[in-house]
């Protein structure tokens, strides 16, 4: 059964105190892996995607990596702006069918100044 | 930006009734989809639709559930009988490319 785990659940850093989120997976065919950002209240915001082992992407603050088991999402002196839930999930199978994307529970980011 | 436009927000029913929650995709999109997200639980696949018709649906999309393209901008939910457990944030998301889903604000629906 494909599978998504994020940890930690919940993560308090201070500002500027740089950490790392996991999100590892069990599917059979990976397609992708998504990074999403979700403010309380709100839908999913993309952050990024990653298809192969050995990527690395970055946007301001963010890195995602990916390996062939895991990925982790990279914080580098957050920010208070920066807390919000964290979700990865993934998208696995092929042809038509197979674009739906399964989701972790999320990691849950608080940054306080 | 573009966005995914969803309403209501907010949509609160009795246990029984027929809903219909409602999403205006991103203009040019050709993907669409609808997940769920009960209180404290992870976002959820429901259904994906496309060329006018369901390329993939979840064990939770059963007969209760339909999705429909009734013009080319409007995509809905219905959920015919509605039950407490029907009680989340239901989100219609959209996408061009395979590499960026876009998600909409949510309808957060409320079963008595």
């Known amino acids: 059964e494909d599978q998504v785990t994020q940890s930690p659940e919940a993560l308090r850093l201070q500002e500027g105190e740089s950490s790392s989120l996991n999100c590892s997976y069990t599917?059979?065919?990976?397609?992708?892996l998504f990074w999403y950002r979700q403010d309380p209240g709100k839908g999913p915001e993309f952050l990024f995607t990653?298809?192969?082992a050995g990527e690395e992407k970055e946007k301001e603050r963010l890195k995602a990596t990916l390996t062939k088991k895991e990925s982790f999402l990279h914080i580098t002196a957050p920010k208070p702006e920066d807390s919000a839930t964290y979700l990865c999930?993934?998208?696995?199978?092929?042809?038509?069918?197979?674009?739906?994307?399964?989701f972790g529970k999320g990691t849950t980011l608080s940054v306080s100044s | 930006e573009p966005e995914v436009t969803q309403t209501p927000s907010h949509q609160v029913t009795q246990m029984g009734q027929e809903v219909i929650l409602r999403c205006v995709p991103i203009?040019?999109?050709?993907?669409f989809y609808w997940y769920r997200q009960i209180l404290g639980q992870k976002v959820e696949f429901l259904v994906s639709?496309?060329?006018?018709?369901?390329?993939?649906k979840s064990e939770i999309f059963d007969d209760q559930f339909s999705v429909e393209r009734p013009d080319g901008s409007n995509f809905t939910l219905k959920i015919r009988s509605t039950k407490l457990e029907d009680s989340a944030m239901y989100f219609c998301?959209?996408?061009?490319?395979?590499?960026?889903?876009?998600f909409g604000s949510g309808t957060q629906l409320s079963v008595l």
């Open positions: 999930a993934v998208q696995a199978g092929w042809g038509q069918a197979g674009t739906a994307l399964i």
């Open positions: 203009s040019n999109h050709l993907y």
């Open positions: 990653l298809y192969s």
């Open positions: 639709f496309y060329n006018n018709e369901i390329s993939e």
């Open positions: 998301a959209s996408r061009w490319t395979a590499e960026k889903l876009f």
């Open positions: 599917v059979s065919g990976l397609r992708g």
